[in-house]
Structures are given as structure tokens and as C-alpha cells.
């Protein structure tokens, strides 16, 4: 069987704010293409996309959904031309709440390219924001939709000019509304210089292509004038023809020069619409097929060949040795384990063998599938520039790389934001502790920012998450998926600890009781990590044998063990810097353990001399309230040690932007309604960790020492 030619393959992500409407456009488009034959509403919790229970309870999106469809381009009319061509769409419909941003980071990390969404009437968001610089960090092709245009307030050019200035990316209108709110009944394309009026009865799937209305040809003209400068700027051929006879550049030729401008990520073309009344998602799927990449114009995935370190790079060819990134792993109650990849090259075959290259095994790939939500179509095999699903897997984490048994390779991973909230959980009856504990488990394989540990004084179970949101909907899905009722306790912040000074150390450890005994002898500095360094940073300066060679891995892994405790009130230390220096050893009573302990005794004495600190987690939080409001609330943040970092004004209301500490700001949300009566708005999200005040740290100590309590 032939490859599918990739150039009509997009593999494409809606991301947003919450509530801009993403999961209701990705229900349109699997209407429009044939997927789904009833419109599936959010409002009534019958979406496709939204397949947990808990999702269509609180009408919010909580795990990022996979779908595959296809789209018939070119279209005349709403009837395909004679060269139109099915374009095959792998879609990946994600949360917008902040809790979940792990669910875009990952989906980005795969994904060609990004249609994004903003509300007409909200403009950007603080979610939208967080997103756009996630999909900046993946370099991400990108078009905006905005959505809800039929919205009382609704305002294109507006959220156009926010895109620009906010988000510091030059979004260029493609389209102008005909009419608003109410009156929202049709676009007109800047490129073709023509309007375009859907027919409501058929829910926006037909439509009529008619001269543009005299009381719109003024901003046309304008409109479109800046988009051919904007392409002409871009390609230097078309700004020749511009300056001789705008009217000569061609139809053909600025779609051309748009795609190449969007690919590059030098505009952002944005388009309208109202995926709730069914207008403007079929001309944003053409949108897609005409200016988004496909896997082809990636070019290549460059990832390191772990046997001989060098970098190779696989291209988006079925000749290729195969290539995938693990990008989610989910548990489905009837087929298992499901792991969720991209396929960069090469072929993969159900029933054939692939290698696991962070666990360097052997995995046999028992079935594949297509996604389409929670549902897989079993597929006999998946190729280059795919999106699929796989059982079979033994064991399989979230960014881990596949390839072909002989040609290994490893693509870059993922990384993820720690834990910064954390609640003691312990099952309601005894019989359920095994139960819990398996239940635990698969949920932290499903998502890399959830962690459980237990806490060595109090023998607790503490499962750690993003937020209090985050938590909740892990507590209950303990108890629908895996029927596990727990007692759950005050949630309580995710500290770590640090090292602010720098000391030298010499720490001898010694056993010697009748036969072979305990030797090591090892002195090091201890001090804060250099800049930008995370975890340990190792430095072995020892010259001459002091101490061998094989001992010397020991050292450093005693002294990485010891770094999850830290000396003050038992929290992990994130990063520092250890310099060993000398030592000595016993020809007969030296051994690994020895030098590994000595390490771990030394870190406990050195650190109590190395100003040692307590880290908090500090919250970035904007809130959107009405003006009369606005002291209350500012006075209220600066109760919780928040520190402004700035006013505006955003769609009639003010926008308070500040950091908080975390601790301060359990139960905000209900603070912030009775301030505001119910008017005022907040988000929030983990921006970075900050030395606690002294009278914060003797708490946080006191509180370590005394234990936690359920």
C-alpha cells in the first residue's frame, strides 16, 4: 500500500483560554467533515471531545482529545473543484484552564501547527497568553480564529490589535465581519475580494459569494491593502509588483506568499467566526489546509543516536527507519494501557517490535489505533507524520522516544513544572490501601505533573499537583474510575529548600566492628548551583588516586539521594553545587556503599553551614474586576504578602496583575466573590520559587517537625 501523500496531512491543535469555544469548534469541524452526525454542545454535556464524566459536568475540558477526520480542498461555492483533494486532519482539542497546561505543553510539543482561539468579546486572555508562549517555545505555525462573533460586544479588529500588542506577533486580518452580535451573517475574504453570506439554513454549511456591501468596500480596500503589504513585505518579488500595480498581484500569489509567511511564524493570518451558530469554521478549515504546514514541511527531526552520540536526523518518509515521541499515556478500562505518539519516520507495523530508547527494551506493539476521542479504530499500521495509539507496552512514560530495533535515536523530551500544591489522601476503608495504590500509580503514569510519595515521618500518602482543581478532579477520579473512597486532608504547599552560602567539608565516615569494616574519607565544597543549573552539579577535582575511580559515581549518587531531604525541614532541594576535592581511602574497608553514605552524611552536616533556606512557591495571579472593586481587592492582596506588578483595562473592567505566594491564597476564589459580589474574575499560575520570609520558614519547620496530619 502507498504512503498517503503527507502533503494533504495536517496535524493541528486548537488551544485557547477557557471557555473561547475550543471544544465547540473542534464539534463543528467533526460535524463538517463527516465525522459526527449530530452536533455534539458543550452546554448540554453531550460533546465528543469532552468524553469524561467530569468534563461534561463542569463543562470544562481536562485531558487533551485526539480525532481524525478529513476535509474535501479546494472548494468553489461550497462544491469541491475538479483538483480537490482530501486532506487528512489529526486534531488535538486541548484544556484552557491552567491546571492542565501540561495537556498543551505536550500535545505543542507533536503538533505541526496551532489553529488558535480567542473570544470576540474577552480578546486575550491570561490562559491565552501562557499558551502562545508555550507554542513559541515549540515554534509552532499558528492561525487565530476568533470565536463568538454572534456575542454581545463582539469586536474582530480589537482582538486583532491585542494579538499584535500583547502577544507581540503581527496578526493580520484575512477576513472582516459582515455585521455583529446578532447580526453576524458573513465574512469578507481580503484575499479574494469577495464577500461571503452563509445560509442559515443549512447551519452555515452553504453559503453565497457576493460583491462586498458598498457600506464595507472603504475598510476592505484598507484592510486589504495592509495584508498585501504584509505579504509583499515577506516576499520581496510581490513588494515590486506592489509599488508598480497593487491590483497585478494574484490571488495565487498572496495565498502563496502567506503560507511561507505563516510557516515562518512572520504572520499570524486571523480569521472570524461563531462556532456556536455553525459560521466561519469551514472557511478556517480551508484556512488550515492552505496556510498550515504538513509533517513535509517540517523538513526533518533531529534527535541524538545514543550509541555513538551524535545528532542524526529523521525525515517524514516511510524509507526511513522508524521514529516516534510518546507524548500521553492514558488507561482505557477495556484495552489497557494506551500510549499516544507521533510518528516522525519510518513505518510501524501492529504485531511488530519496537525499542523503548530511555528503558533500552524490547517492546512488542500488540495493536494500533486512530483516536477519535475516547474510541480507537484499529489500524494495521501507522507511517511518518501520523498520530496514533498503541497496546502492548510493558512500560512506556510521557516523552519517551521509539524507533527501530537497529537504527536507535533519541528525540528530545518534554519537561514538565513540579508539583507546587499537595493533599495527605489515605483510603476510607483498610481493604482499600492495595487499591489505592495501584490506582495512584497509573494516574501518575498518565500525567507527568501529578506525583505521589509518601511522607517518611508521618508514613502519609501525598499525592502533589498544579492546583486545587487539579486535585479534585484526581480525588474523583479515584473514586468513578478506580471505586477508591479517601479521606483527603488541607491541602498543603509543595516547599523545597536551598542553599544560599557555600562551605567547605570533610566528612569521615567510619565502622569498625570485628571483620571487614566501613571507610571513606572525602572532603568537598558545598555551595549554590551556577545559573541556570537544576539538580546536582558535580565537579570532581581529585588528581592522583586519593580516592579510585569507581568510587567516585558512589559519591555522586549519595550526594543526589540526600538532595531529597533537605537539612531543614526535609524538603528537596532543587539544585546545587558540590566540589569534591580530596579524600582517602581503606585498600580493604572502602567500598561504594561507604563513599555513597559519606556523601549523604556529609551533605546533612555541610548544608546546616551553607544558609540553608526555605523556597516557596510564588503564584503569578491576574484578576479582572469591575472598577469599584478595584481598592478592596488590591488591599486584599496585599494582606496575602502580594506584591502588584501592574494595572490595565481590559473589555470596560480593570486588570490587576500581581505575585502571591501560594500559601496565602487557599480559597481565594470564594474571598474574591464576596469582595466583588460575585463580579470579579481571577487565574492563576506557577511562575517561580522565591526564599520564604523568616517567620514563614520557622513555620514551615516547626510544622515538618511536628508532622502532617490527616
Known sequence: MAQRDLKYTRNIGIAAHIDAGKTTTTERILFYTGRTHKLGEVHDGASTMDWM????????????????????????????TADAKDYHFNIIDTPGHVDFTVEVNRSLRV???????????????PQSET?????????????????????????????????????????????????????????????????????????????????????????????????????????????????????????????????????????????????????????????????????????????????????????????????????????????????????????????????????????????????????QEPVDFIEAGDIGAAVGFKDIKTGDTLSDLEHPIVLESMDFPDPVIGIAVEPKSKADMDKLGMALSKLAEEDPTFVVKTDEASGQTIISGMGELHLDIIVDRLRREFKVDVNQGQPQVEYKEAILGSTDHRETYKKQSGGRGKFADIVFTLEPADEGETGLQFINLIKGGNIPKEFIPSIEKGFKEAMKNGPLAGYEVESMKVTLKDGSFHPVDSDQLSFELAAKLG????????????????????????????????????????????????????????????????????????????????????????????????????????????
Open 131 to 375: 499558551n502562545w508562549r508555550l507554542a513559541d517555545n515549540y515554534k509552532v505555525p499558528r492561525l487565530g480564529f476568533v470565536n463568538k462573533m454572534d456575542r454581545q460586544g463582539a469586536d474582530f479588529l480589537k482582538v486583532c490589535t491585542q494579538v499584535r500588542e500583547m502577544l507581540g506577533s503581527n496578526a493580520v486580518p484575512i477576513v472582516i465581519n459582515i455585521g455583529d452580535e446578532d447580526d453576524f451573517k458573513g465574512v469578507v475574504d481580503l484575499v479574494k475580494n469577495r464577500a461571503i453570506i452563509w445560509h442559515d439554513e443549512t447551519q452555515g454549511a452553504t453559503f453565497d459569494e457576493v460583491e462586498i456591501p458598498e457600506e464595507l468596500k472603504e475598510i476592505s480596500h484598507e484592510l486589504r491593502g495592509k495584508l498585501i503589504e504584509s505579504v509583499a513585505e515577506y516576499d520581496e518579488s510581490l513588494l515590486e509588483k506592489y509599488f508598480d500595480d497593487e491590483n497585478s498581484i494574484t490571488e495565487e500569489e498572496v495565498h502563496k506568499a502567506l503560507r511561507a509567511a505563516t510557516l515562518d511564524m512572520s504572520i499570524i493570518p486571523m480569521v472570524c467566526g461563531s462556532a456556536f451558530k455553525n459560521k466561519g469554521v469551514q472557511f478556517m478549515l480551508d484556512c488550515v489546509c492552505r496556510y498550515l504546514p504538513s509533517p513535509l514541511d517540517i523538513e526533518g527531526v533531529e534527535g541524538v543516536n545514543p550509541n555513538t552520540e551524535e545528532v542524526e536526523v529523521r525525515r517524514p518518509s516511510v524509507d526511513e527507519p522508524f521514529s516516534a515521541l510518546a507524548f500521553k499515556i492514558a488507561t482505557d478500562p477495556f484495552v489497557g494501557r494506551l500510549a499516544f505518539f507521533r510518528a516522525y519516520s519510518g513505518r510501524l507495523d501492529a504485531g511488530s517490535y519496537v525499542l523503548n530508547n530511555r528503558s533500552n527494551n524490547k517492546e512488542r506493539i500488540s495493536r494500533i489505533y486512530q483516536m477519535h476521542s475516547n474510541k
Open 53 to 80: 464524566e467530569q468534563e461534561a459536568e463542569r463543562g470544562i475540558t481536562i485531558t487533551s482529545a485526539a480525532t481524525t477526520c478529513t476535509w474535501v480542498f479546494p472548494k468553489e461555492n461550497g462544491k469541491p
Open 111 to 125: 503538533l505541526d501547527g496551532l489553529v488558535f482561539l480567542f473570544s470576540a468579546v474577552d480578546g486575550v486572555e
Open 603 to 710: 551533605f546533612r552536616n555541610a548544608a546546616k553551614k551553607a544558609k540553608p533556606t526555605i523556597m516557596e512557591p510564588i503564584m503569578k495571579l491576574e484578576v479582572l474586576t469591575p472598577e469599584e472593586n478595584m481598592g478592596d481587592i488590591v488591599g486584599d492582596l496585599n494582606k496575602r504578602r502580594g506584591v502588584p506588578s501592574g494595572m490595565g483595562d481590559r473589555n470596560n473592567a480593570k486588570v490587576i496583575k500581581g505575585l502571591v505566594p501560594l500559601s496565602e491564597m487557599f480559597g481565594y476564589v470564594t474571598s474574591l466573590r464576596t469582595l466583588s459580589s460575585g463580579r470579579a474574575t481571577s487565574t492563576m499560575e506557577f511562575e517561580k520559587y522565591e526564599p520564604a520570609p523568616q517567620s514563614v520558614a520557622e513555620e514551615v519547620i516547626a510544622k515538618a517537625k511536628g508532622g502532617n496530619e490527616v
